[in-house]
Protein backbone atom coordinates (compact mmCIF):
# COMPACT_ATOMS: atom_id res chain seq x y z
CA UNK A 1 0.00 0.00 0.00
CA UNK A 2 2.64 2.46 1.17
CA UNK A 3 4.72 1.67 -2.18
CA UNK A 4 1.57 2.24 -3.88
CA UNK A 5 1.14 5.88 -2.73
CA UNK A 6 4.83 6.91 -3.01
CA UNK A 7 5.23 5.54 -6.29
CA UNK A 8 1.86 7.66 -6.85
CA UNK A 9 2.89 10.58 -4.82
CA UNK A 10 6.37 10.35 -7.20
CA UNK A 11 4.56 10.14 -10.38
CA UNK A 12 2.46 13.31 -9.33
CA UNK A 13 4.77 15.21 -8.77
CA UNK A 14 6.51 14.03 -12.38
CA UNK A 15 3.26 15.81 -14.02
CA UNK A 16 3.42 19.02 -11.92
CA UNK A 17 6.76 19.58 -12.23
CA UNK A 18 6.37 19.08 -16.16
CA UNK A 19 3.87 21.24 -16.40
CA UNK A 20 6.15 23.91 -14.42
CA UNK A 21 9.01 22.80 -16.55
CA UNK A 22 6.97 23.81 -19.83
CA UNK A 23 4.59 26.73 -18.24
CA UNK A 24 4.62 29.92 -20.64
CA UNK A 25 5.20 32.10 -17.75
CA UNK A 26 6.24 30.74 -14.28
CA UNK A 27 5.63 33.48 -12.42
CA UNK A 28 2.45 33.35 -13.00
CA UNK A 29 1.44 30.26 -12.03
CA UNK A 30 -1.82 30.48 -9.21
CA UNK A 31 -0.75 27.66 -6.78
CA UNK A 32 -4.03 27.76 -5.15
CA UNK A 33 -5.81 27.41 -8.45
CA UNK A 34 -3.31 24.13 -8.79
CA UNK A 35 -3.66 22.76 -5.06
CA UNK A 36 -7.19 23.41 -5.08
CA UNK A 37 -7.66 21.45 -8.94
CA UNK A 38 -5.85 18.21 -7.62
CA UNK A 39 -7.73 18.53 -3.91
CA UNK A 40 -11.02 18.49 -5.90
CA UNK A 41 -9.95 15.44 -8.05
CA UNK A 42 -8.89 13.59 -5.30
CA UNK A 43 -12.10 14.38 -3.27
CA UNK A 44 -14.30 13.68 -6.27
CA UNK A 45 -12.84 9.98 -6.94
CA UNK A 46 -13.00 9.72 -3.02
CA UNK A 47 -16.21 10.38 -2.86
CA UNK A 48 -17.73 8.48 -6.04
CA UNK A 49 -15.65 5.42 -5.26
CA UNK A 50 -15.94 5.13 -1.61
CA UNK A 51 -19.34 6.69 -0.66
CA UNK A 52 -21.72 4.52 -0.86
CA UNK A 53 -24.80 6.25 -2.04
CA UNK A 54 -22.65 8.01 -4.58
CA UNK A 55 -21.05 4.79 -5.56
CA UNK A 56 -24.41 2.72 -5.70
CA UNK A 57 -25.71 6.02 -8.34
CA UNK A 58 -23.18 5.69 -10.68
CA UNK A 59 -23.37 1.68 -10.71
CA UNK A 60 -26.77 2.47 -11.77
CA UNK A 61 -26.02 5.00 -14.38
CA UNK A 62 -23.25 2.34 -15.33
CA UNK A 63 -26.13 -0.18 -15.79
CA UNK A 64 -27.96 2.92 -17.73
CA UNK A 65 -25.50 2.59 -20.34
CA UNK A 66 -24.98 -0.86 -20.51
CA UNK A 67 -28.74 -1.20 -20.96
CA UNK A 68 -28.58 1.45 -23.83
CA UNK A 69 -26.09 -0.80 -25.50
CA UNK A 70 -28.66 -3.71 -25.37
CA UNK A 71 -31.25 -1.50 -26.67
CA UNK A 72 -28.67 -0.63 -29.67
CA UNK A 73 -28.18 -4.19 -29.86
CA UNK A 74 -31.67 -4.79 -31.04
CA UNK A 75 -32.04 -2.43 -34.06
CA UNK A 76 -28.49 -3.78 -35.28
CA UNK A 77 -29.94 -7.27 -35.29
CA UNK A 78 -32.98 -5.70 -36.83
CA UNK A 79 -30.97 -4.29 -39.28
CA UNK A 80 -27.98 -7.07 -40.15
CA UNK A 81 -29.55 -10.18 -38.66
CA UNK A 82 -27.55 -12.60 -38.10
CA UNK A 83 -24.04 -10.67 -38.59
CA UNK A 84 -24.96 -9.29 -35.63
CA UNK A 85 -26.26 -12.02 -33.00
CA UNK A 86 -23.23 -14.53 -34.58
CA UNK A 87 -25.51 -17.28 -35.83
CA UNK A 88 -23.84 -20.05 -37.12
CA UNK A 89 -24.65 -20.35 -41.11
CA UNK A 90 -22.72 -23.53 -42.20
CA UNK A 91 -19.63 -21.27 -43.42
CA UNK A 92 -17.19 -24.09 -42.87
CA UNK A 93 -19.61 -26.64 -44.44
CA UNK A 94 -20.19 -24.23 -47.50
CA UNK A 95 -16.08 -24.41 -47.47
CA UNK A 96 -15.32 -28.03 -47.11
CA UNK A 97 -17.97 -28.08 -50.33
CA UNK A 98 -16.01 -25.62 -52.21
CA UNK A 99 -12.67 -27.52 -51.29
CA UNK A 100 -14.36 -30.42 -52.23
CA UNK A 101 -15.00 -29.38 -55.68
CA UNK A 102 -11.81 -28.03 -55.94
CA UNK A 103 -10.16 -31.60 -55.59
CA UNK A 104 -12.53 -33.24 -57.76
CA UNK A 105 -11.76 -31.21 -61.26
CA UNK A 106 -8.09 -30.85 -60.13
CA UNK A 107 -7.50 -27.90 -58.05
CA UNK A 108 -5.30 -27.58 -54.61
CA UNK A 109 -7.55 -27.70 -51.67
CA UNK A 110 -7.16 -23.97 -50.27
CA UNK A 111 -4.90 -23.37 -47.31
CA UNK A 112 -7.04 -21.47 -44.84
CA UNK A 113 -6.06 -19.79 -41.59
CA UNK A 114 -6.46 -21.79 -38.61
CA UNK A 115 -9.88 -22.36 -37.16
CA UNK A 116 -8.69 -20.26 -33.74
CA UNK A 117 -7.50 -17.21 -35.75
CA UNK A 118 -10.02 -17.05 -38.49
CA UNK A 119 -12.76 -17.06 -35.23
CA UNK A 120 -10.86 -14.34 -33.58
CA UNK A 121 -10.68 -12.14 -36.15
CA UNK A 122 -14.28 -12.85 -37.61
CA UNK A 123 -15.73 -12.17 -33.79
CA UNK A 124 -13.42 -9.02 -33.64
CA UNK A 125 -15.15 -7.95 -37.18
CA UNK A 126 -18.12 -8.44 -35.94
CA UNK A 127 -17.96 -6.55 -33.06
CA UNK A 128 -16.81 -3.35 -34.49
CA UNK A 129 -18.58 -3.24 -37.54
CA UNK A 130 -22.31 -4.39 -36.39
CA UNK A 131 -21.96 -3.39 -32.73
CA UNK A 132 -19.50 -0.43 -31.85
CA UNK A 133 -20.43 1.65 -34.92
CA UNK A 134 -24.21 1.41 -34.68
CA UNK A 135 -23.72 2.36 -30.97
CA UNK A 136 -22.28 5.59 -31.83
CA UNK A 137 -25.12 6.28 -34.01
CA UNK A 138 -27.85 6.11 -31.54
CA UNK A 139 -25.94 7.22 -28.47
CA UNK A 140 -25.52 10.26 -30.62
CA UNK A 141 -29.23 10.25 -31.16
CA UNK A 142 -30.03 9.57 -27.53
CA UNK A 143 -28.08 12.80 -27.05
CA UNK A 144 -29.75 14.93 -29.35
CA UNK A 145 -32.94 13.91 -27.42
CA UNK A 146 -31.56 15.18 -23.73
CA UNK A 147 -30.01 18.39 -25.21
CA UNK A 148 -33.64 19.50 -27.03
CA UNK A 149 -35.13 18.79 -23.39
CA UNK A 150 -32.76 20.57 -21.63
CA UNK A 151 -31.58 18.08 -19.28
CA UNK A 152 -27.84 18.07 -20.30
CA UNK A 153 -27.21 21.80 -20.31
CA UNK A 154 -28.80 21.58 -16.63
CA UNK A 155 -25.96 18.55 -16.14
CA UNK A 156 -23.27 20.96 -17.81
CA UNK A 157 -24.10 24.15 -15.68
CA UNK A 158 -23.95 22.11 -11.80
CA UNK A 159 -20.68 21.07 -12.98
CA UNK A 160 -19.27 24.63 -14.06
CA UNK A 161 -20.75 25.72 -10.95
CA UNK A 162 -18.86 23.83 -9.32
CA UNK A 163 -15.62 24.70 -10.99
CA UNK A 164 -16.24 28.18 -10.95
CA UNK A 165 -16.59 28.33 -7.42
CA UNK A 166 -14.31 26.09 -6.01
CA UNK A 167 -11.13 27.41 -9.07
CA UNK A 168 -12.09 30.99 -9.30
CA UNK A 169 -12.53 30.37 -13.31
CA UNK A 170 -14.91 32.54 -15.52
CA UNK A 171 -18.05 31.93 -16.34
CA UNK A 172 -17.10 30.93 -19.99
CA UNK A 173 -14.02 28.96 -19.20
CA UNK A 174 -16.35 26.73 -16.66
CA UNK A 175 -18.76 26.04 -19.22
CA UNK A 176 -16.70 24.92 -21.81
CA UNK A 177 -14.56 22.47 -19.31
CA UNK A 178 -17.68 21.25 -18.15
CA UNK A 179 -19.18 20.82 -21.67
CA UNK A 180 -16.31 18.91 -22.69
CA UNK A 181 -17.10 16.13 -20.35
CA UNK A 182 -20.56 15.55 -21.38
CA UNK A 183 -20.61 16.65 -25.38
CA UNK A 184 -16.60 16.68 -26.48
CA UNK A 185 -14.03 18.56 -28.04
CA UNK A 186 -16.44 19.53 -31.19
CA UNK A 187 -19.89 20.55 -29.52
CA UNK A 188 -18.10 22.08 -26.73
CA UNK A 189 -17.31 25.25 -27.96
CA UNK A 190 -21.02 25.81 -29.74
CA UNK A 191 -22.04 26.02 -25.82
CA UNK A 192 -19.67 29.68 -25.50
CA UNK A 193 -19.71 30.86 -28.86
CA UNK A 194 -20.97 34.10 -27.33
CA UNK A 195 -17.62 34.48 -25.16
CA UNK A 196 -15.05 32.73 -27.53
CA UNK A 197 -13.86 36.16 -29.64
CA UNK A 198 -13.43 37.74 -26.08
CA UNK A 199 -11.63 35.09 -24.33
CA UNK A 200 -8.04 35.37 -23.40
CA UNK A 201 -5.38 33.15 -24.70
CA UNK A 202 -5.37 31.29 -21.31
CA UNK A 203 -8.83 31.23 -21.73
CA UNK A 204 -8.98 29.73 -25.10
CA UNK A 205 -6.08 27.38 -23.94
CA UNK A 206 -8.48 25.57 -20.83
CA UNK A 207 -10.93 25.46 -23.36
CA UNK A 208 -8.82 23.27 -25.90
CA UNK A 209 -6.72 21.23 -22.98
CA UNK A 210 -10.45 20.40 -21.76
CA UNK A 211 -11.38 18.96 -24.99
CA UNK A 212 -7.99 16.90 -25.05
CA UNK A 213 -8.62 16.03 -21.58
CA UNK A 214 -12.22 14.36 -21.64
CA UNK A 215 -14.64 12.08 -24.10
CA UNK A 216 -17.98 12.94 -26.01
CA UNK A 217 -20.58 10.89 -25.06
CA UNK A 218 -21.88 9.76 -28.45
CA UNK A 219 -18.06 7.88 -28.60
CA UNK A 220 -18.28 6.76 -24.65
CA UNK A 221 -20.12 3.28 -25.63
CA UNK A 222 -17.84 2.46 -28.00
CA UNK A 223 -14.47 2.47 -25.07
CA UNK A 224 -17.06 0.24 -23.04
CA UNK A 225 -17.65 -2.36 -25.74
CA UNK A 226 -14.02 -2.37 -26.28
CA UNK A 227 -13.13 -2.67 -22.50
CA UNK A 228 -16.26 -4.65 -21.68
CA UNK A 229 -16.22 -6.90 -25.20
CA UNK A 230 -19.66 -8.91 -24.62
CA UNK A 231 -19.44 -9.49 -21.07
CA UNK A 232 -22.49 -7.41 -19.40
CA UNK A 233 -20.73 -7.26 -15.80
CA UNK A 234 -17.66 -6.03 -17.30
CA UNK A 235 -19.62 -3.69 -19.39
CA UNK A 236 -20.55 -2.29 -16.30
CA UNK A 237 -17.50 -2.40 -14.47
CA UNK A 238 -16.01 0.20 -17.25
CA UNK A 239 -18.79 1.94 -17.83
CA UNK A 240 -18.63 2.90 -14.49
CA UNK A 241 -15.26 3.75 -14.75
CA UNK A 242 -15.05 5.31 -17.74
CA UNK A 243 -17.84 7.62 -16.67
CA UNK A 244 -15.50 8.86 -13.24
CA UNK A 245 -12.63 9.37 -15.66
CA UNK A 246 -14.42 11.87 -17.76
CA UNK A 247 -15.37 13.31 -14.59
CA UNK A 248 -12.50 14.50 -12.49
CA UNK A 249 -10.08 14.46 -15.54
CA UNK A 250 -11.80 18.38 -15.82
CA UNK A 251 -10.23 19.52 -12.71
CA UNK A 252 -6.65 18.04 -13.52
CA UNK A 253 -7.05 19.54 -17.39
CA UNK A 254 -7.58 22.98 -15.74
CA UNK A 255 -4.64 22.40 -13.42
CA UNK A 256 -2.41 21.50 -16.19
CA UNK A 257 -3.90 24.67 -18.69
CA UNK A 258 -3.34 27.03 -15.91
CA UNK A 259 0.31 26.09 -15.44
CA UNK A 260 1.35 25.72 -19.07
CA UNK A 261 -0.56 29.20 -19.59
CA UNK A 262 -1.06 31.17 -16.81
CA UNK A 263 -4.01 34.01 -17.13
CA UNK A 264 -1.42 37.29 -17.64
CA UNK A 265 -4.60 39.43 -18.39
CA UNK A 266 -6.04 41.55 -15.73
CA UNK A 267 -9.74 41.40 -16.11
CA UNK A 268 -12.16 41.08 -13.66
CA UNK A 269 -13.90 37.56 -13.69
CA UNK A 270 -16.69 37.11 -15.51
CA UNK A 271 -19.40 34.80 -13.19
CA UNK A 272 -22.13 35.15 -15.98
CA UNK A 273 -22.76 31.50 -17.69
CA UNK A 274 -25.63 31.47 -20.22
CA UNK A 275 -26.22 28.11 -22.34
CA UNK A 276 -27.38 29.24 -25.97
CA UNK A 277 -27.49 25.80 -28.59
CA UNK A 278 -29.75 25.13 -31.44
CA UNK A 279 -31.19 21.52 -30.37
CA UNK A 280 -33.72 21.57 -32.77
CA UNK A 281 -36.81 22.84 -34.11
CA UNK A 282 -39.16 19.94 -32.40
CA UNK A 283 -38.15 16.39 -30.76
CA UNK A 284 -38.00 14.60 -34.37
CA UNK A 285 -35.97 17.22 -35.34
CA UNK A 286 -33.48 17.08 -32.81
CA UNK A 287 -33.53 12.75 -33.14
CA UNK A 288 -33.10 13.30 -36.98
CA UNK A 289 -29.77 15.72 -36.77
CA UNK A 290 -28.81 13.58 -34.01
CA UNK A 291 -28.71 10.37 -35.53
CA UNK A 292 -27.27 11.93 -38.81
CA UNK A 293 -24.43 13.50 -36.69
CA UNK A 294 -23.71 10.28 -35.68
CA UNK A 295 -23.84 8.59 -39.00
CA UNK A 296 -21.03 10.71 -39.90
CA UNK A 297 -18.74 10.05 -36.50
CA UNK A 298 -19.45 6.10 -36.97
CA UNK A 299 -18.50 6.23 -40.34
CA UNK A 300 -15.03 8.46 -39.58
CA UNK A 301 -14.69 6.20 -36.65
CA UNK A 302 -14.59 3.09 -38.98
CA UNK A 303 -12.25 4.62 -41.71
CA UNK A 304 -9.75 5.78 -38.95
CA UNK A 305 -9.80 2.13 -37.34
CA UNK A 306 -9.50 0.33 -41.07
CA UNK A 307 -6.61 3.45 -41.95
CA UNK A 308 -4.61 3.10 -38.76
CA UNK A 309 -4.70 -0.28 -37.88
CA UNK A 310 -3.15 -1.15 -41.31
CA UNK A 311 -0.81 1.54 -41.20
CA UNK A 312 0.57 0.35 -37.48
CA UNK A 313 0.60 -3.23 -39.43
CA UNK A 314 3.05 -2.12 -42.16
CA UNK A 315 5.27 -0.20 -40.11
CA UNK A 316 5.64 -3.55 -37.55
CA UNK A 317 6.26 -5.52 -41.27
CA UNK A 318 8.71 -3.18 -42.74
CA UNK A 319 10.82 -3.26 -38.42
CA UNK A 320 10.24 -6.92 -38.06
CA UNK A 321 11.68 -7.70 -41.60
CA UNK A 322 14.32 -4.37 -41.62
CA UNK A 323 16.36 -3.55 -38.67
CA UNK A 324 14.65 -6.44 -36.54
CA UNK A 325 15.99 -9.17 -39.07
CA UNK A 326 18.95 -7.21 -40.18
CA UNK A 327 20.62 -7.27 -36.65
CA UNK A 328 18.84 -10.58 -35.19
CA UNK A 329 16.69 -7.98 -32.51
CA UNK A 330 12.96 -10.18 -32.92
CA UNK A 331 14.01 -13.20 -31.39
CA UNK A 332 15.75 -12.17 -28.42
CA UNK A 333 12.57 -9.15 -27.98
CA UNK A 334 10.37 -12.09 -28.25
CA UNK A 335 11.82 -13.86 -25.94
CA UNK A 336 12.21 -11.01 -23.38
CA UNK A 337 8.82 -10.22 -23.39
CA UNK A 338 7.20 -13.64 -23.43
CA UNK A 339 5.83 -13.70 -26.53
CA UNK A 340 3.71 -10.16 -26.11
CA UNK A 341 5.78 -8.80 -28.58
CA UNK A 342 6.64 -9.98 -32.06
CA UNK A 343 10.20 -8.46 -32.59
CA UNK A 344 11.75 -5.23 -33.33
CA UNK A 345 8.21 -3.79 -34.52
CA UNK A 346 6.52 -0.16 -34.42
CA UNK A 347 4.31 -1.32 -31.44
CA UNK A 348 7.77 -2.69 -29.42
CA UNK A 349 9.33 0.76 -30.45
CA UNK A 350 6.46 2.91 -29.02
CA UNK A 351 6.04 0.71 -25.93
CA UNK A 352 9.95 1.24 -25.28
CA UNK A 353 9.67 5.07 -25.25
CA UNK A 354 6.55 5.07 -23.25
CA UNK A 355 7.47 2.53 -20.81
CA UNK A 356 8.74 5.37 -18.21
CA UNK A 357 5.50 6.99 -18.23
CA UNK A 358 3.30 3.90 -17.70
CA UNK A 359 5.69 2.94 -14.51
CA UNK A 360 4.89 6.14 -13.35
CA UNK A 361 0.89 5.69 -13.34
CA UNK A 362 1.55 2.66 -11.26
CA UNK A 363 1.23 -0.47 -13.09
CA UNK A 364 2.80 -3.57 -12.65
CA UNK A 365 6.01 -4.12 -14.06
CA UNK A 366 4.83 -7.32 -16.25
CA UNK A 367 2.55 -4.61 -17.91
CA UNK A 368 5.02 -1.57 -18.32
CA UNK A 369 5.60 -2.53 -22.39
CA UNK A 370 1.69 -3.10 -23.07
CA UNK A 371 1.05 -0.25 -21.11
CA UNK A 372 3.49 1.72 -22.86
CA UNK A 373 2.24 0.36 -26.40
CA UNK A 374 -1.45 1.91 -25.05
CA UNK A 375 0.00 5.09 -24.32
CA UNK A 376 1.72 6.05 -27.62
CA UNK A 377 -0.54 4.32 -29.65
CA UNK A 378 -3.07 6.93 -28.36
CA UNK A 379 -1.15 9.47 -28.43
CA UNK A 380 0.51 9.54 -31.79
CA UNK A 381 -2.54 7.90 -33.49
CA UNK A 382 -5.89 8.50 -31.27
CA UNK A 383 -7.57 6.29 -28.54
CA UNK A 384 -9.68 4.69 -30.63
CA UNK A 385 -6.64 2.41 -31.64
CA UNK A 386 -5.54 2.15 -28.31
CA UNK A 387 -8.88 0.75 -26.89
CA UNK A 388 -8.77 -1.33 -29.91
CA UNK A 389 -5.96 -2.31 -28.86
CA UNK A 390 -6.52 -3.19 -25.64
CA UNK A 391 -9.78 -5.28 -26.84
CA UNK A 392 -7.38 -7.52 -29.41
CA UNK A 393 -4.72 -7.88 -26.61
CA UNK A 394 -7.67 -9.70 -24.41
CA UNK A 395 -9.08 -11.32 -27.40
CA UNK A 396 -5.65 -13.19 -28.08
CA UNK A 397 -5.22 -14.61 -24.94
CA UNK A 398 -3.17 -11.78 -23.22
CA UNK A 399 -4.63 -11.23 -20.11
CA UNK A 400 -3.54 -7.87 -18.05
CA UNK A 401 -3.44 -6.90 -14.49
CA UNK A 402 -6.63 -6.17 -12.95
CA UNK A 403 -4.87 -2.55 -11.59
CA UNK A 404 -3.39 -2.48 -15.23
CA UNK A 405 -6.85 -2.33 -16.85
CA UNK A 406 -8.05 0.54 -14.24
CA UNK A 407 -5.22 2.70 -15.15
CA UNK A 408 -6.02 1.80 -18.74
CA UNK A 409 -8.98 2.92 -18.79
CA UNK A 410 -8.18 6.36 -17.09
CA UNK A 411 -5.42 7.03 -19.01
CA UNK A 412 -6.53 6.44 -22.32
CA UNK A 413 -9.57 8.38 -21.84
CA UNK A 414 -9.36 11.34 -23.87
CA UNK A 415 -9.04 13.03 -27.41
CA UNK A 416 -5.21 13.86 -26.67
CA UNK A 417 -3.33 13.19 -30.16
CA UNK A 418 -2.00 14.91 -33.19
CA UNK A 419 -5.72 14.68 -35.04
CA UNK A 420 -7.09 16.44 -32.52
CA UNK A 421 -5.13 19.70 -33.27
CA UNK A 422 -6.66 19.66 -36.49
CA UNK A 423 -9.99 19.06 -35.29
CA UNK A 424 -9.96 21.65 -33.20
CA UNK A 425 -8.27 24.33 -34.99
CA UNK A 426 -11.21 23.91 -37.71
CA UNK A 427 -14.00 23.44 -35.84
CA UNK A 428 -13.29 26.00 -33.03
CA UNK A 429 -11.67 28.40 -36.08
CA UNK A 430 -14.98 28.00 -37.83
CA UNK A 431 -17.19 29.61 -34.91
CA UNK A 432 -14.31 32.17 -33.75
CA UNK A 433 -12.58 33.31 -36.56
CA UNK A 434 -10.16 35.76 -34.91
CA UNK A 435 -8.74 32.86 -32.61
CA UNK A 436 -7.49 31.14 -35.33
CA UNK A 437 -4.00 32.51 -35.12
CA UNK A 438 -4.15 31.50 -31.41
CA UNK A 439 -5.69 28.13 -31.66
CA UNK A 440 -3.04 27.27 -34.48
CA UNK A 441 -0.15 28.61 -31.59
CA UNK A 442 -1.74 26.54 -28.74
CA UNK A 443 -2.27 23.05 -30.35
CA UNK A 444 0.71 21.43 -29.62
CA UNK A 445 0.82 22.57 -25.94
CA UNK A 446 -2.95 21.90 -25.38
CA UNK A 447 -2.79 17.93 -26.54
CA UNK A 448 0.52 17.94 -24.39
CA UNK A 449 -2.09 19.38 -21.38
CA UNK A 450 -4.66 17.39 -21.90
CA UNK A 451 -2.22 13.67 -21.85
CA UNK A 452 -1.00 15.54 -18.99
CA UNK A 453 -4.40 16.00 -17.25
CA UNK A 454 -5.43 12.27 -18.32
CA UNK A 455 -1.95 10.65 -16.83
CA UNK A 456 -2.45 12.77 -13.34
CA UNK A 457 -6.26 10.89 -13.35
CA UNK A 458 -5.06 7.76 -13.86
CA UNK A 459 -2.38 7.82 -11.10
CA UNK A 460 -5.02 8.92 -8.65
CA UNK A 461 -7.21 6.31 -9.68
CA UNK A 462 -4.90 3.64 -9.65
CA UNK A 463 -3.85 4.08 -6.20
CA UNK A 464 -7.64 4.97 -4.61
CA UNK A 465 -8.68 1.92 -6.18
CA UNK A 466 -6.64 0.00 -5.10
CA UNK A 467 -5.36 0.89 -1.87
Known sequence: MWIDLLRGLLGL????GLCFVLSKKRSAINWRLVIVGIGLQIVL????LNVPILNKTFDGIAKGFRQVIQFTDEGSEFLFGYLVNGKDLEIDSLKQEINTLKKSIGLEETVAPTKEKSERISSLASLVAFKVLPTIIFFSALTAIFYYLGILQWIIYGFAWLMQRTMGLSGAESLAVAANVFIGQTEAPLIVKPYLEKMTRSEIFCLMTGGMATIAGSVFAIYVTFLGGANEVEQQFFAKHLLIASIISAPAAIVAAKMLYPETVKKTVDDEMSIEVDAGNNLLDAISRGTTDGLRLAVNVGVMLLVFTALVYM???????????????????????????????????????FAPLAWLLGTPSEDVLIMGQLLGKKMVINEFIAYGDFMALRDAGIELQRKSMIIATYALCGFANFASIGIQIGGIGAVAPTQRKALTELGFMAMIGGTIASLITAIIAGVIVYN
Open 13 to 16: SVMI
Open 45 to 48: ALLI
Open 315 to 353: LNFMLINGPGSWFNWNDAIKTSTNGRFEGFSFTYLISFI
